[in-house]
């Protein structure tokens, strides 16, 4: 059913809003942005979908099969539908053979797909492909059987296969317009074809995007909101709270910074709600690949970061509640996170994962204690005496375009140089600017110590596991002393790569995957933190309008939502919830049953 | 002889008559003449310093405005050690609660009330001020010695000029902002790096004008009377040329720090400019920014930039009056 | 004339490749990662070697510097590499560059609809009351950051008059606030260079004689004083005229504005080398050429500079 | 007098000065000059301005570069060259007064320090205290009170800077002085000042002055031999009264016919004399700088030469 | 002359300055007569107050001084009491007209010889286009500048000071004054060059009958135009007299003084007679005689009581306690002697 929105529907179905970080490229095939695939999200539909309680739904494929041994999936396309040009002329038709095409175009190194990765992992043949060593496409486990019937055969057997259906990689891109194009695919809106709800009218980098519903759409009854307006603003967190007050956009978010104003002024707190929270998975990193200048002091910091005590020390020592108050200074505790898979995100027949045994003794404490940190500092003290020069320069970066972020990082140093004493510790907050800070900060691994985030990227708990992969981008944590196995692996490795080994037995499966992630918090290669979104908002979108899905594309979809006349409060949002909470669960067990 | 003064006698025939007829026949006797003290009449002794500053003291608004900025330096100095200072640095937390004491507006405890996590703004604006003050000396300081170098070698050794011209002509056409834009990148976000990026940029326009003034200069008489008394360059240069500069250079000073202050402010804006631990009045006014749009919090804005203004505006006017006042051509 | 120009012309041509060869080197200093894509930690030494090799950045720098030359008379200004990947920078530059010029020459033109006269009334009331408002708001512009009172402005203004806060292309009103702001420094400079020269003018000897001719002082001020003290500024405009291509940071980013003011802060952020070479050098030749086209403007307008410095000579 | 017998000080020969370094704006502003100066006499320059007096008077102080000729000072050649033992001593022995009094003085320094700036250089001095006396001589000598070193220069009068400016060569002990007009920026009322100290210095410490003016009455009054130079040619030099009773040059006859005259009488009858360069035809017989009568010099081609000895066969028979 | 032919005529007049706070009185209530149609020429030393003396006439003081009080009258009217631009309008080139010291700065750099002479005569004479350039050519061949036609369309830089100075006085002669002030026409020009000036003047005051006041320090130049001289010092006139009374039979000590330095009459090798000291500051208010300090002839009472003018002749006036009944007899310096033997040759003629 639908819900509180009933009458609250605005007339015009036009929903503005202001951002700030600037996309470089349409091209979904190559990256691997958020910010990036979500406009793409709303440009190209996926084989599959997920409704608003995170229901599988068709797609572009109507339907589909997985043959007995798990590896062969077959799917039947959708008929007539159309590619279109951002003039809405029809281009082709979108057909089995864009999904092979576009695979093609991920799998070819050269064009420096950012989410390739993604794709090898499961396909047959595909990583090889990928690395040179087979050059016959047509062995890449990707196949057109027919104009509307595709294939894709698996390495080994994937049961969250469905989900990653609605990551960029498996987007489908016209063939033959990507050679027209060759490498200006995706610069523009012009060397863009669309399959989805909506189309890029007008594409201004730093100055506005408008995306207006796409006339052929097949599910256009189901697109509400005829036009996007997204206008770029340096500010946009500064400005975007005073536009919605003057109706100049529909969505803001409210910063902690000034949310106490917005809860005492009654007509603004009519206005202002929670978000809720995400699968976002925050956490802090050690790094044990230093890459920062020499003046931090990165030997020295490679040093204690292979000290176990010294991590624990600092493990223990993080007050994250302290810290949370930057950004969520109403109910801190509601975003707090004591592993790294969030609740809620995947359960072993009613059981959470984070409940399962070896994992639920972190999951439910919480690592802050100051007793335990003040005893693991002096053992640290002990064994790196000689050997490390104290107190440890911490480099700390953060994005000075995230607004609390630079308030949570003074508050980390000084709660934390506070607990620690200032001669075991220095932290050095570095604040960093936002275009391009994860390539500048995490990715060049120039930090010591950073809060890092993760979505996920299908349903299963692998999915957290993937950033601390060698070839991740977080923190390296297989370089970590002391956890080298026979193999010339670490233990962590070992443990993850033994886990996605069971395949088939899904029970096993996540058993490991809970040993690994608990063996990984244990040993403090990270502290876990929180869940993403959360905040409030001031937004004249239903939330519980949209498509859900903890991972992949659809959440990011306008498709089904409708803006409203009047933004929702606090007390609708709750309300709305628990209602949401109540439909959902119905709703899985129903899909189960099927 | 005797015949001019008969038409003396004959031809009085002013109407003020009357009244010189009695005069006493005393007062025509010669009085002493003394040639020292004709030498002397006329000119009052003449002190350059003195003059300077009474003519500064002369224009109201700059008195005013230096005895401000004496007293915001003297207090910016000692602020810390007055008693009952917070730390700039320090987040305070609420007793009550155990929570940060965030946004707390201006009270008798906290001033300049607090920011969104909890530090003293009042505190933090005068250490901000020394920073932006540290910052806009050091880069006055320098920009004078480089520019008065560069700009006396440049105007008074002619060998040297065109080679000189040359190089200016090119750095000059690379617009400040771009460099100080490119140094602050390459370099960490610190106060020496906007030291050093201001230092870099800024010398150029101070070597110009010192420049510019000794041409003007270098050819006056007096300075061929010293070639021609065999006066080394060195000292004709320090005695003869750079004297003329003070007033211009102390003005360029002045003005140098309005002018890093901004640069500081601008770069702290565009992403680039120093970490919130180190406050700053630029990273204050771009803190304060964050929550202008919620009027109860404006006083996070509102304060360091009216400290910054009156900073800058008082720099700005008293280096315009005393240059006005050291040109010897307004002493009276 | 034709002698001056050629002169100055070569000068000009000179001290442009000087700059841009300058430039050109300073570039190669820049941290090759601005060569990669989002992909740069992925590849390997051997890789990254082939990158640089096939965008010829392995060659000897002499030859990289003529291939550089023969790409700049083509028209060249190579791609964006990370900005937008693949995007020919000159198409990036298109863009922006029609922003920027309009609401510079809005804001030029109103700096000098404002600045001129104003100068011109403070000039004629030396130490009244015109000169010192004058006065104290162009030590406000000089003094307080740009940042500050910008920002105050886009805050009160907005919402005293109903302004839209953003700029929308389509929306005529959110033209005002930007161009008002913007203008602003303009308008206090060129009051201050005006009432400068009005004053240095004022003072002279053939103003004495005007005065003593039976002029009216309207006749005065505007056939002899102002013209005189409007001559060494326009030497300035062409100058002023060609930056506004460059845009202003703090507006275009305040308001939202897609020029070229945020564009290099970007470029250097993201360390897009192409980009940030293309912006300096385009930067830099605006401000040769406009030296240039200045000094001829100030040729034709005053007689003497022609005969170029005989005259000055002792 | 029997000037064979003195004995000259200064020797310029065939001097010539240019300015600007390229051809095209090549400007020579001082052209094949000859003179001497003796020693203890007063040696007057005149002409028009630009005509190059300026040039002469640096050339031979050696702030300007001569491009060709000599400077002999006592015998020795000073242009050009010269070692750092002889510039020493040139630097002491010739010594200039410029023109205007409120260019010429460091406004930024003390008379003390103006007055012995020289001595510094030169380190012609044995302690502190000397130096002070030495000053505090030259003040005296230049009629101004030694109290005086402590102030700076605004407060002083024209005519008393332009006495500072006297005090500040007087110390180097010269024995040759070019004043470059040293009056004509000042005041009638107190030119006589520095006329007389002039005047009075070169009676007491055997002073040899080139003085160089355009002030044609100041120039017949203080010289013994004048020199006329025209577009940077000497075109006639002599003792100074021969000179203004019977000039020979159309310049120099041109240049004393316009001499105001402070006497209303003869003012009113003055006859001016106009001077066209175009009344020489030196194309094709160029001129020459010949002794036409014993110490009296002019430029002219044969044919005026002519002429002029014909003008002065009929002023001696007049007389 | 008689006083029915007076054109302008000035009593007591006091000129003050604002100087940054400090009042300067720079003319200490000097008076003058003015007939029509003859030359007076004004000396005295450096800023004796010579040339503000003159732009108060046409209310060119410069913007910080004012006519504290007396008169300036000329055809019935008082301009002293003139306070806005638009009196002097009336006044100035019609009436007066002005040559300044300075050919170099006098002209504007920007614009054509021809447009500043044109704009005179168009003011002035109310001729317009061809009429008006026929005009400015006629003038500009008047003062002897050679093929008018095509200096008209010059720049200033293109000619010579003398040139300059020329084209100074056509523009001035184009306003058709009755009165031009010639402030030291020719201080910065060379004698030869001078000595054409002041002939072009004197032709011009005939053909366009002006009356003319020449401002000089220069005595010889005085002599040669002058019909009448006044003699200032520290703001005042202090003698006034024909050209041949001041030069021959002068008064006032200090013009003694200034006469008697003129190395014209001077001995060779003697020293010339000079004036001791510097002018007053008048900034300070003056007792007495402001010459005293520096006369060796001072009387007590030259520092006591401003001396009034006392008459020579009908023409020839002088303030100078010298003349007093009571004043002893004073030895003027040699040289003035001379002069006044010269003076008693003439008289007895
Ligand atoms: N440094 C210089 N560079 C180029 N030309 C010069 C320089 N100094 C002098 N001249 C030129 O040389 C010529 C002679 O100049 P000089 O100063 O000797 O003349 P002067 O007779 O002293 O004139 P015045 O009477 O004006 O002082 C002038 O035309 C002048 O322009
Ligand atoms: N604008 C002014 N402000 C202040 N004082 C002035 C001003 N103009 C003239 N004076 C003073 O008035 C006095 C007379 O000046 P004036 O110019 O009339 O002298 P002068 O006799 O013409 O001298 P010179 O021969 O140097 O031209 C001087 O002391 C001068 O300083
Ligand atoms: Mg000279
Ligand atoms: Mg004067």
């Known amino acids: ?594 | ?332 | ?314 | 007098m029997n000037n064979t017998k003195r004995e000259a000080i200064l020797e310029v020969k065939n001097l010539r000065v240019e300015f600007g370094k390229k051809k095209r704006d090549r400007f020579v502003a001082v052209d094949d000059v000859s003179f001497h100066i003796y020693k203890g006499e007063t040696f007057g320059l005149v002409g028009e301005s630009g005509s190059g007096k300026t040039t002469i008077g640096r050339a031979i102080c050696r702030l300007v570069e001569t491009a060709g000729g000599e400077v002999l000072f006592k015998g020795k050649k000073i242009n050009g060259k010269i070692d750092k033992e002889l510039d020493k001593e040139l630097t002491r022995k010739i010594q200039m007064i410029f023109q205007d009094p409120m260019a010429s003085l460091n406004e930024r320094a003390k008379v003390d320090y103006i007055v012995s700036e020289g001595l510094y250089n030169t380190k012609n001095y044995k302690d502190e205290e000397d130096r002070k006396r030495k000053v505090e001589r030259a003040l005296l000598d230049v009629g101004l009170l030694p109290e005086f070193a402590s102030r700076f220069p605004h407060e002083f009068s024209g005519g008393q800077r332009q006495r500072i400016g006297v005090a500040r060569a007087l110390i180097m002990e010269p024995e040759f002085i070019i004043a470059d007009e040293p009056i004509s920026a000042l005041d009638v009322s107190i030119r006589a000042q520095v006329l007389n100290l002039l005047s009075k210095l070169q009676r007491e410490k055997g002073l040899t002055y080139l003085f160089i003016a355009h002030d044609l009455s100041v120039v017949r009054f203080i010289t013994d031999r004048v020199a006329v130079i025209h577009k940077g040619k000497i075109v006639e030099l002599a003792e100074t009264e021969k000179l203004y009773n019977n000039p020979l040059h159309p310049y120099t006859r041109a240049l004393l016919s316009a001499i105001p005259l402070p006497d209303p009488l003869l003012e009113k009858q003055k006859v001016l004399e106009v001077y066209d360069p175009s009344c020489h035809n030196y194309d094709n017989n160029p001129p020459k700088w010949i002794e036409i009568e014993p110490e009296h010099f002019v430029l002219g081609n044969d044919e005026e030469l002519e002429g002029y000895k014909k003008r002065l066969e009929k002023i001696r028979v007049e007389v | ?349």
Request: proline share 5%; charged share 20%.
């Open chain 3, 1 to 314: 004339m034709l002698k001056y120009t050629v002169k100055r012309l070569l000068q000009s041509v000179v001290t442009l490749f000087v700059v841009v060869t300058i430039v050109f080197l300073l570039m190669r200093l820049m941290p090759e990662e601005g060569y990669f894509g989002e992909g740069y930690e992925k590849l390997d030494e051997a890789q990254r070697e082939a990158i640089l090799t096939s965008m010829g950045l392995r060659d000897p720098i002499h030859i990289q510097l003529i291939n550089f030359y023969i790409d700049l008379f083509s028209g060249e200004l190579g791609e964006s590499i990370i900005y937008r990947p693949k995007v020919p920078i000159v198409d990036i530059l298109k863009a922006k560059i029609p922003y920027s010029v309009k609401f510079g020459l809005a804001a030029m033109a109103l700096s000098l609809i404002v600045g001129v006269p104003l100068g011109v009334t403070m000039a004629r009331s030396k130490n009244k009351f015109w000169d010192k408002l004058g006065t104290g708001y162009i030590v406000f512009i000089n003094a307080v950051p740009a940042a500050v009172y910008y920002l105050f402005l886009q805050l009160y203004v907005t919402d005293i008059f109903k302004l839209p806060i953003l700029f929308n292309p389509d929306r005529p009103a959110s033209w005002i606030l930007p161009t008002i702001s913007m203008s602003l420094g303009g308008t206090a400079s060129y009051a201050m260079w005006m009432r400068r020269y009005m004053v240095d003018e004022i003072n002279k000897d053939y103003v004495k004689l005007a005065r003593a001719k039976g002029l009216r002082e309207k006749t005065i001020m505007v056939k002899h004083v102002l013209k005189n003290a409007i001559v060494p500024m326009v030497q300035y405009l062409p100058t002023s005229l060609l930056y506004t291509v460059s845009g202003s940071i703090y507006i275009e980013s305040l308001y939202s504005i897609p020029g070229m003011g945020g564009l290099l802060v970007d470029a250097i952020q993201r360390q897009d080398n192409t980009l940030v070479q293309a912006l300096v050098l385009i930067y830099s030749s605006i401000g040769i050429i406009g030296l240039f086209l200045g000094d001829i403007l100030m040729a034709t307008l005053d007689p003497r500079i022609k005969l170029d410095r005989k005259e000055g000579a002792r």
């Open chain 1, 1 to 594: 059913g639908t819900q509180t929105s009933g009458g609250n529907v605005a007339e015009v179905q036009e929903y503005r809003t202001v951002y700030s970080g600037e996309i470089t490229t349409l091209n979904y095939l190559v990256t691997s942005t958020t910010n990036e695939f979500a406009l793409a999200a709303n440009l190209v539909d996926t084989l599959i979908d997920y409704d608003k309680y995170g229901v599988p739904q068709p797609c572009l494929a109507t339907e589909w099969e997985v043959s007995e041994d798990g590896l062969v999936w077959t799917f039947k396309l959708r008929e007539d539908v159309k590619w279109v040009t951002h003039e809405g002329e029809e281009y082709a038709e979108v057909t089995a053979q864009d999904f092979v095409d576009a695979m093609k175009y991920i799998l070819n190194p050269s064009n420096g797909s950012g989410t390739a990765n993604i794709a090898y992992s499961v396909l047959k043949n595909a990583e090889e492909y990928y690395n040179g060593e087979i050059t016959d496409f047509d062995q890449v486990g990707v196949k057109a059987v027919d104009k509307y019937t595709l294939q894709y055969t698996l390495k080994e057997p994937t049961p969250y296969f469905l989900s990653m259906l609605t990551y960029v990689c498996f987007f489908p891109a016209n063939g033959q317009f990507l050679e027209e194009v060759g490498d200006k695919f995706g610069t523009d809106n012009v060397n863009f074809l669309y399959n989805g709800a909506y189309i890029m009218e007008i594409f201004e980098p730093q100055n506005r995007r408008v995306l207006i519903a796409n006339d052929s759409y097949w599910d256009k009854e189901n697109v509400h909101i005829k036009k996007l307006v997204q206008t770029y603003n340096k500010e946009a967190a500064t400005l975007a709270p005073e536009l919605f007050l003057r109706g100049e956009v529909d969505y803001a978010t409210i910063s902690s910074d000034i949310l106490d104003e917005w809860m005492s002024d009654p007509e603004k707190e009519a206005m202002v709600r929670p978000n809720r929270t995400s699968f976002y998975s925050y956490f802090y990193c050690f790094n044990f690949d230093p890459r920062f200048p020499e003046e931090y002091e990165p030997d020295n910091w490679k040093v204690v970061v292979n000290n176990k005590n010294f991590r624990k020390s600092l493990f223990h020592a993080l007050d994250r509640k302290a810290a949370m108050l930057t950004a969520e200074p109403y109910d801190p505790e509601k975003r707090l996170s004591n592993t790294i898979t969030p609740k809620n995100f995947v359960d072993l027949n009613g059981v959470d994962y984070t409940q399962l045994k070896s994992l639920a003794k972190f999951a439910n404490t919480d690592s802050f204690n100051e007793k335990l940190a003040l005893e693991y500092k002096e053992k640290a003290l002990q064994e790196l005496e000689g050997k490390a020069k104290f107190p440890v320069k911490i480099l700390m970066p953060y994005n000075t375009g995230v607004s609390d972020w630079a308030n949570r990082a003074q508050v980390i140093e000084q709660q934390m140089e506070n607990l620690l004493g200032t001669d075991y510790i220095d932290i050095i907050i570095d604040p960093k600017p936002p275009t391009g800070f994860l390539q500048e900060v995490r990715r060049s691994g120039n930090y010591a110590f950073l809060e890092c985030n993760w979505g996920p990227d299908y349903a299963d708990p692998e999915t957290y596991t993937d950033p601390f992969s060698p070839d991740g981008t977080y923190n390296w944590p297989h370089l970590a002393e002391g956890y080298k196995e026979a193999n010339g692996k670490n233990t962590y490795e070992n443990m993850v790569n033994e886990a996605k080994a069971e395949r088939l037995d899904i029970e096993k499966r996540y058993k490991l995957f809970a040993e690994a992630e608990a063996f990984f918090i244990e040993e403090a290669f990270v502290i876990p933190y929180a869940v993403g979104g959360g905040g409030y908002s001031a937004s004249r979108l239903n939330p519980f309008e949209s498509l859900y899905s903890p991972f992949g594309v659809s959440g990011e979809r306008f498709k089904g939502q409708k803006v409203l006349a009047k933004p929702m409060n606090s007390q609708e949002f709750t309300e709305a919830l628990e209602q949401w909470e109540k439909e959902r669960a119905e709703a899985l067990k129903k899909a189960a049953n099927q």
């Open chain 2, 1 to 332: 002889m005797a015949n001019s003064m008969d038409n003396l006698v004959n031809g009085s025939v002013d109407n003020t008559k009357d009244t010189i007829d009695d005069i006493d026949e005393s007062l025509f006797e010669f009085a002493d003449f003394d040639e020292i003290e004709a030498e002397k009449t006329g000119y009052s002794n003449y002190s350059y310093w003195r003059s300077t500053f009474q003519v500064f003291m002369q224009n109201k608004v700059a008195k005013f405005l230096l005895f401000l900025m004496i007293g915001l330096l003297a207090f910016t100095m000692i602020q810390p050690y007055l008693p009952g200072q917070k730390s700039p640095t320090k987040i305070y937390i609420d007793e009550n609660t155990g929570m940060q004491l965030r946004n707390h507006p201006p009270d008798k405890e906290f001033w300049f009330g607090t920011n969104s996590i909890g530090q003293d703004l009042w505190a933090r604006i005068w250490s901000g001020t020394r920073t932006s003050l540290l910052i806009g000396f050091f880069v006055g300081l320098w920009e004078a010695i480089i520019g008065i170098i560069v700009g006396t070698v440049w105007g008074y050794v002619r060998r040297l000029e065109s080679a000189i011209t040359g190089i200016y002509n090119v750095l000059n056409n690379i617009p400040t902002t771009i460099l100080l834009i490119l140094l602050t990148y390459i370099m960490k976000p610190s106060v020496f790096t906007m030291i050093f990026a201001m230092c870099m940029t800024g010398w150029l326009n101070m070597a110009r004008f010192v420049r510019n003034l000794i041409i003007i200069i270098r050819d006056r008489e007096y300075n061929l009377a010293s070639r021609c008394l065999g006066t080394p360059t060195r000292r004709i240069i320090t005695k003869n040329l750079l004297p003329y500069l003070v007033s211009v250079i102390m003005l360029r000073m002045a003005l140098a720090i309005p002018a890093a202050i901004g640069y500081e402010v601008f770069l702290t804006y565009i992403g680039l400019g120093l970490p919130v631990s180190i406050p700053s009045l630029g990273n204050l006014i771009n803190e304060g920014r964050r929550v202008m749009g919620v009027p109860s919090l404006r006083y996070q804005l509102i304060f360091p930039a009216a400290v910054l203004s009156i900073i800058t505006i008082s720099f700005y006017v008293i280096g315009n009056v005393f240059a006005d006042a050291s040109d010897p051509r307004n002493h009276v």
């Open chain 5, 1 to 349: 002359m008689n006083d029915s032919n007076v054109i302008l005529s000035v009593k007591d007049l006091v000129v003050k300055f604002n100087l940054r706070g400090n009042v300067l009185t720079a003319i200490r209530g000097a008076s003058l007569d003015l007939y029509e149609g003859e030359s007076l020429a004004i000396v005295g030393e450096s800023g004796s107050g010579k040339s503000v003396f003159t732009k108060a006439f046409m209310g060119l003081l410069d913007a910080n001084g004012w006519i504290e009080s007396g008169s300036i009258l000329y055809k019935g009217e008082d301009l002293a009491k003139y306070k806005r631009e638009d009196d002097w309008i009336k006044i100035r080139g019609k009436e007066f007209a002005m040559v300044f010291q300075e050919p170099m700065t006098s002209l504007n750099p920007l614009r054509s010889i021809g447009s500043q002479v044109e704009e005179a005569v168009t003011l002035h004479q109310r001729l317009r286009g061809d009429e008006a350039k026929q005009k400015v050519i006629e003038i500009l061949n008047d003062v002897g500048i050679v093929n008018p036609e095509k200096r008209y369309y010059q720049y200033p830089h293109e000619f010579s000071g003398g040139m300059r100075q020329r084209v100074v006085i056509a523009i001035a002669v184009a306003c058709n004054p009755k009165i031009l002030i010639c402030d030291e026409p020719t201080t910065a020009l060379d004698v030869t060059i001078q000595a054409q000036i002041l002939n072009l003047l004197k032709k011009l005051q005939k053909k366009y009958k002006l009356t003319i006041i020449y401002i000089t320090h220069d005595l010889g130049v005085v002599a040669n135009v002058a019909d009448r001289i006044a003699v200032m010092y520290a703001g005042d006139i202090i003698e006034i007299g024909t050209c041949e009374e001041v030069f021959y039979n002068a008064q006032h000590p200090y013009t003694w003084a200034l006469l008697s330095s003129l190395p014209q009459l001077g001995v060779k090798g003697e020293d010339l007679y000079s004036i001791k000291g510097t002018p007053p500051n008048l900034f300070n208010e003056i007792k007495g005689d402001a010459f005293a300090p520096r006369n060796e002839r001072a009387l007590k009472i030259d520092f006591v009581k401003r001396p009034p003018y006392f008459h020579v002749s009908p023409t020839h006036k002088a303030k100078t306690w010298l003349l007093h009944p009571k004043a002893p007899k004073v030895e003027p310096p040699e040289s003035i002697k001379f002069l006044r033997k010269k003076w008693q040759v003439m008289s007895n003629e």
